[in-house]
């Protein structure tokens, strides 16, 4: 649920934790990580406070101070790729002056937002419609990369056009699901290849990837495909799998599991990284299972507004409403620790009502962030649980 409202204001093994270790013991088909967490899991910042590269250039000494080891940035001069009309050139003067001049000290891991998200009229089968996707793609990277720009943060979320919905297609009345499909993955690997005709051997982290679909992993292909399209994403899987497909070796991608936003619990985070690396082969080709296994990495994410209390409208609909501030930076220090812990490299904290860089942030939420980040740096336990603070409020 990255809004779109967000541009308008817009080597070594090591023993797992005791607390891991009895969440494991409840877990006996979770796929514990091989290596536990420490200082080489990054945590980036994202929110509609996302910044430009003008901004950071005025700003990056008080922005490097907040405890992120990097963060996603769009261009001025545009963001999605999408976009059915060329992205002008001319727009990106600014970007294209100030990226080069960027001196990163602590953000090392930034990220250029690209969206995936068409306008109405967007067609899978429209090959001239696809060219403009490509050269938009090719544009915003070309510019990016003279930021020394980590990677792609590419969000395939559909603001607009329901482009994964089969419903929503055009042509249903010409082409089965089945030759969406197909070529929904022919495109995926297109953007793929235009994507490294510029950022050769990248990262790229999504907010979604196939394991979204991790329930559906028992069925087997005919019954997979009748769920998939009656689903709202349900053509998204093949387009990631065209991806995989085109990319080269050593290329990665991040799941970025949005769905860790909401979670209350440590074994959540197990779960989604056992559906990441294990249940998420069930929608991979078997000739590419092996690829994925080696390329596509689990990460989580982190949503402060649901945390602390922010969420609107209505934000007393949500959990953290019933909680003291003292309760809210509690659970957020939870999910962090856990966050950091199950992840293989990455966690994203996407925000909306607050601003990291305006200093408009929530009591207690950055204390939480660095308590957490020193724990997992030391090899500490969280040292809590976080149940029954959740329990107590939902009883209020």
Known sequence: MVCQRLLNSKPGHRPLHSAAVTAAALLPTV??????????????????????PAQMRQQLTAMEKRPFDGLIFRLAGGHNAFALQPLEQSKFAEDERALPEL?????????VLVWGSPPAGFDWFDDAQWRTIENNAKLLLAVAKAGRTRGICFDPEPYDFSLWHYAKQPKTNEHSFGEYRATVRQRGAQLMRAFESQMPQTTILTFFHVSMFDRYAHLADNALAERLQKESWGLMPDFFVGMLEAADDRTRFIDGNENAYYYTSREQYFRAYHAIRRRALAFIPPNLREKYERQVRAGMALYVDHNFALRQPNPERYLSHKMTPEERAKWFEHNTYWALYTTDELVWCYSERMNWWKNQVPTGLEEAIISARRKIAQGEPLGFEIEPVIESARKR
């Open 31 to 52: 796929l514990i990580p091989l290596v536990s967490a420490g200082p080489q899991n990054m945590l980036i910042e994202y929110g509609w406070d996302v910044p430009t």
């Open 103 to 111: 001196k990163f000290t602590r953000f090392t891991n930034n990220f």
